[in-house]
């Protein structure tokens, strides 16, 4: 019993000894707590004028000579907001070169053509919070004994009231636009028909320039080609080119009209999840002399019926150039996809797909068996802008 309560009472003693070491520990860390300066709360910066958010060079796209005085030029990056307006305080920006065996660039941004080549100048400024933001022109080099030609045409003016005038090309009328393609041998795309000429009017095709959409949600353009992406929505498109040819900076705007597609597609798709078929979209919707062409990809015969089989006409073009089942009007009869999917005058150009044209506006019902799918195609009228 005595050795009992020894032991009960030495365990007592443990419990008040670790009590007291908890308060001695709880003490110090409040205390540490006091002397701890407090952190103030994170807040983001939402105002766009205090947010550095691209960095712009005044020229992007130039030809240089290694002739003087054509093979120097000052380059000058400028920081920007989110308001598209300068930005100050922030640091210089740093200025490399791809290839300074062509092209060197000092830390201020002066351009010195070496020899006959290219390479990409690239701009760049790191500011606090590790924010990195950069920008790149790509400079050509001539090697010239005389004078190089002086850049006195430059123009992105459509040639015709027709060139100003675009179609949207929606993913399912990809096909479609292949399909005409290969039929037909013109580029189904808008295509934008630059014109920089020298001071006698001959032509510079060899100076490369720089594109941009000032409507990209209508139409997206490559930086340095004058092929554009397929039109995203109907409106009108800003497009400007803009080079800098030995020393001469020179720009233009041209504006075009985008319209309902002239192509459209409706696809039929095995379901991801083992259902019925998938057919997209269900409403194409056209300008009217447009095309609709339909792509079974499944496995199955599938045939098309119209309410009204005297509006859907024959597509001319490819069936004069592939015949078959390319050929014909009004309704579709059963057709499947086949494996070998090529393009081409000796190949088999998609088997699995048939089109119908259509020319007056209206609301044209259709029916995909023997899924049961009924759509609607939609005519709208076009006239020239």
Known sequence: MRVHDRLNGLCVGARVRRTALRGVLL??????????TPVAPYTPTTDPAQLFLS??????TITMSTLAPYDTLQLTAMPRDGTGAPMTGLPA???TSSDTTAVRVTPG?????????????IAEIRADGNVRQADTAYVTVTADVTAPPRLATFSIEPLTPQDAVWAMTPEQGATG????????????????TPRILDAQGNPMPWVPVEYESLDPDIVLVYPRDPALYPPQQPGTARIVMRATVY???MADTAHFTVTAPYIHGVIVRPSASGGPPDVAPKTPTIRAG???????????SVRVTFDDPASAGPTDVVCSAFGGGFCGAGNIPNFMSTDTVTFGPSGNPLENTRGRQFTTPGTYAFHIEPLGVTGHIIVVPFTMP
């Open 93 to 95: 920006p740093t200025f």
């Open 247 to 249: 020393g001469v900076t």
């Open 177 to 192: 636009a292949a399909l005409i393609f290969f039929a037909t041998q013109q580029w189904p795309f808008p295509r934008l």
């Open 27 to 36: 003490a110090l860390v409040v205390a540490g707590c006091d002397r701890l």
């Open 290 to 300: 447009g095309y609709v062409f339909f792509t079974n990809e499944t496995a199955d």
């Open 55 to 60: 960095l712009t060079l005044d020229h992007r």
């Open 109 to 121: 941004g002066l351009l010195q053509a070496r020899a006959a080549g290219s390479a990409l100048i």
